[in-house]
């Protein structure tokens, strides 16, 4: 049974700084990485990398060093010396394409398995027994899992691997050239009052200060990104979940004429991502003032500081040109902040969302506050038993006329309720996965039992798939399933076995509650609880599936759920639900605390 809107104290909550738990959040997915089946392949993609970059960096400092004999040829016009440093050239440049290449392989190789490792992860958390299910009261966390799943995945292990790459190739270039240049500065010498005077490191310590203070400017100016990064990815995950839940019911817009209300629904989704992207572009905008600015004018900015030794005669053209490049390649290095701040801000926003999701899925048995709980154990004898049991809802408390309830397996038992009851919420309860209530609710094996909601699930893929899921439809022959499909008067669907389609969308609803008792006769569980599923049928429908259970399904106990009571003989006990405002329950305040569904926010 939906449950009415209404702000849970989880969505109350102020939401956390971006920076807050950095530390906590890698440690998750460190801990994670080292207990995945991919942790060996991406060590050794890893280390491949790791050799690749160290002998790129050792190709850069040669190349850089080949720029002294190569414009000192130019510059002393040796035809034969020039031809011999162009020879050098091709060699150097040869080395540099194949690690270029090597990098590149590695580099794309290890965003894959980093996506397959973290993809695979999120899923694995999500779809554990009930999880995606409780997910929906997890607050902003839950929001939009798909998402989280698919594109903000992607995305932080694409920029994972890129800004990681980068900056160890950054600190190898740091480190290399650093020591280049401060040998150069000793040909850099100034004349101070007719003295020379020469000053340690004098280039070094020049990059040093040009990359700060084109970081600092970028942080200051950057800043904003973060936060804004972190409302795009909402705003478009509701814009894409609005347009998706249009187009899931357009037949229901178009019967009611609801196009118009809907274009201004999706209008003011879509208003909300054009006003948040209209600040990133103006962010974004004020931060390339700085980037751009410092880019342009580092082309100038090593000859304006190794000038001095050019003019003074200490520096030879080839021995500035060094110098030159070797300034750059510090800078370049030092200013690798700079460069990516956008898309480090992209990044820890993208870092917050899935450590968010991945933590809301490790907690989510605990959301809600602290309400009380049913206390839900296996029964003994395989039976079903309630002892006091009620189940809370946002509206009251459904719970059974009789207090103490015990159900033998084969037995056929009809529960019934008034619409708004909490029938539903119960059907829950009885699959684990509404905990929130009293009392005591004893259950049969999980694996002896199949649900049968108002609303079958139909998978994507073949027809023969939706017969036999969840099971693998390998499991069951062609013959088992034509007859399943015949004895529920499904026979005409038997030659679109391996026809894929959305059958959720093909189907009637009839037909698809039809599909569900199809799976009963192949499965063949021992208990079987149906919520208003029978109800629905047409009466020649439902006089065949009654059949079912008195010949093929005799021996499996059935719990249907249902909206009144039925005089076909067939059900041996009638129980009644019946809702009660929390008051009359005596419930505590916290006990009367039940999470809530999310919106799409």
Same mark, same amino acid.
């Given at each position: 049974?939906?449950l009415?809107?209404a702000?849970?104290?989880v969505?109350a ?11 906590a959040q890698f =440690?998750v #997915?460190? +801990?994670? &990485?080292?207990t995945?089946a991919d ?6 993609l890893?280390?491949g990398?790791?050799?690749?970059? %160290? ?15 190569f414009?000192?040829?130019l510059a002393?016009?040796?035809v034969d010396a020039?031809?011999? @440093? ?26 894959v398995r ?7 992860d ?7 027994p009930? $999880?995606?299910?409780?997910?929906v /009261?997890?607050?902003?966390?839950g929001?939009?899992p798909?998402?989280?799943v698919?594109?903000?995945a992607?995305?932080?292990t694409?920029l994972?691997?890129?800004?990681c %790459? ?9 480190a290399?050239?650093?020591?280049v240049?401060?040998v150069?500065?000793? +040909? %850099?010498?100034f004349?101070?009052?007719g003295?020379?005077l ?13 990359a700060?203070?084109?970081s600092?400017?970028? /942080? ?7 936060n ?8 478009e ?6 347009? *998706? ?5 357009a037949?229901g817009i178009?019967?009611?004429? =609801?196009?118009? +209300? ?6 003011h989704?879509?208003?909300q991502?054009v006003?948040v992207?209209r @600040? ?6 004020r931060?390339? /003032? ?14 304006? *500081? ?17 110098? %030159? ?5 510090? @800078? @370049? ?15 820890r ?11 809301a ?9 602290q309400?009380?709980?049913?206390e839900?154990?296996?029964?003994p ?6 002892d006091?049991l ?5 509206? =009251? ?23 708004g ?5 119960? #059907? ?19 694996h ?15 027809l023969?798939?939706?017969l ?17 499909l015949? $004895?529920?008067?499904?026979g005409?669907?038997a030659p ?6 959305? /059958? ?13 008792f199809?799976r009963?006769?192949?499965h ?14 047409d009466e ?13 399904l ?17 059900y ?6 019946n ?5 009359? &329950?005596?419930t505590s ?12 926010g």
């Amino acid at each position: 049974m939906p449950l009415p809107r209404a702000t849970t104290a989880v969505e109350a909550a102020p939401r956390p700084s971006l920076g807050e738990h950095r530390p906590a959040q890698f =440690g998750v #997915f460190f +801990d994670a &990485l080292k207990t995945s089946a991919d942790r060996t392949a991406l060590a050794c993609l890893a280390t491949g990398i790791l050799l690749v970059v %160290v002998a790129t960096t050792l190709a850069q400092i040669r190349l850089n060093a080949w720029n002294q004999p190569f414009y000192d040829a130019l510059a002393q016009r040796s035809v034969d010396a020039f031809v011999r @440093q162009l020879m050098v050239f091709a060699a150097i440049a040869g080395t540099l394409l194949v690690l270029n290449v090597m990098q590149s392989w590695l580099h794309e190789m290890i965003k894959v398995r980093l996506r397959g490792w973290l993809t695979g992860d999120l899923i694995a958390r999500w779809l554990e027994p009930g $999880r995606a299910y409780r997910l929906v /009261w997890a607050g902003e966390a839950g929001v939009n899992p798909d998402q989280r799943v698919h594109e903000d995945a992607r995305h932080l292990t694409e920029l994972s691997a890129d800004l990681c %790459v980068g900056l160890l190739q950054s600190g190898l270039l740091l480190a290399s050239f650093a020591g280049v240049l401060w040998v150069l500065s000793e +040909d %850099v010498v100034f004349s101070l009052q007719g003295r020379p005077l020469a000053i340690p490191g004098y280039m070094v310590w020049c990059a040093l200060f040009y990359a700060a203070t084109a970081s600092w400017f970028s /942080w200051r100016v950057g800043r904003p990104l973060v936060n804004l990064n972190a409302e795009r990815y909402a705003r478009e995950a509701e814009l894409r979940f609005a347009l *998706v839940r249009v187009n899931e019911n357009a037949d229901g817009i178009a019967l009611g004429g =609801g196009e118009a +209300d809907e274009r201004q629904r999706l209008d003011h989704e879509l208003g909300q991502v054009v006003a948040v992207t209209r @600040q990133l572009v103006n962010a974004g905008a004020r931060l390339t /003032w700085i980037t751009s600015g410092y880019g342009w004018f580092a082309i100038v900015a090593p000859i304006l *500081v190794a000038a001095p030794g050019y003019f003074a005669g200490n520096l030879s053209f080839g021995n500035l040109m060094m110098a %030159v490049g070797a300034f750059l390649q510090v @800078q @370049q290095a030092l200013r690798w902040f700079v460069d990516n701040y956008s898309r480090i801000a992209d990044w820890r926003a993208t870092l917050t969302r899935v450590s968010a999701f991945r933590q809301a899925l490790a907690t989510v048995e605990g959301l809600g506050g602290q309400p009380a709980r049913i206390e839900v154990a296996d029964h003994p004898a395989a039976g079903l038993a309630f002892d006091h049991l009620a189940v809370t809802t946002a509206a =009251g408390r459904a719970a059974m006329t009789e207090e103490q309830i015990e159900i033998a397996p084969g037995s056929r038992v009809l529960i019934v309720g008034r619409p708004g009851s909490g029938k539903s919420t119960l #059907f829950r309860a009885f699959a684990r996965l509404w905990p929130w209530g009293t009392g005591r609710l004893l259950l049969p094996p999980r694996h002896s039992t199949m649900f049968l909601p108002q609303r079958p699930y139909m998978p994507l893929g073949p027809l023969r798939a939706a017969l036999t899921y969840p099971a693998d439809p390998s499991s069951f022959g062609d013959n088992a399933l034509v007859a399943a499909l015949e $004895r529920t008067g499904l026979g005409h669907l038997a030659p679109q076995l391996d026809s894929s389609q959305r /059958w959720d969308k093909d189907l009637s609803m009839d037909e698809q509650q039809r599909i569900a008792f199809a799976r009963l006769l192949l499965h063949k569980p021992k208990w079987v609880f149906i919520d208003e599923a029978i109800d629905m049928l047409d009466e020649d429908h439902r006089r065949i599936v009654l059949s079912i259970f008195r010949k093929e399904l005799s021996d499996a106990a059935v719990i249907s759920i249902g909206r009144r009571a039925v005089r076909s003989g067939f059900y041996e006990r009638i129980l009644h639900l019946n809702r009660y405002p929390l008051s009359r &329950l005596h419930t505590s305040s916290s006990e009367a605390t039940v999470p809530t569904r999310n919106g799409t926010g």
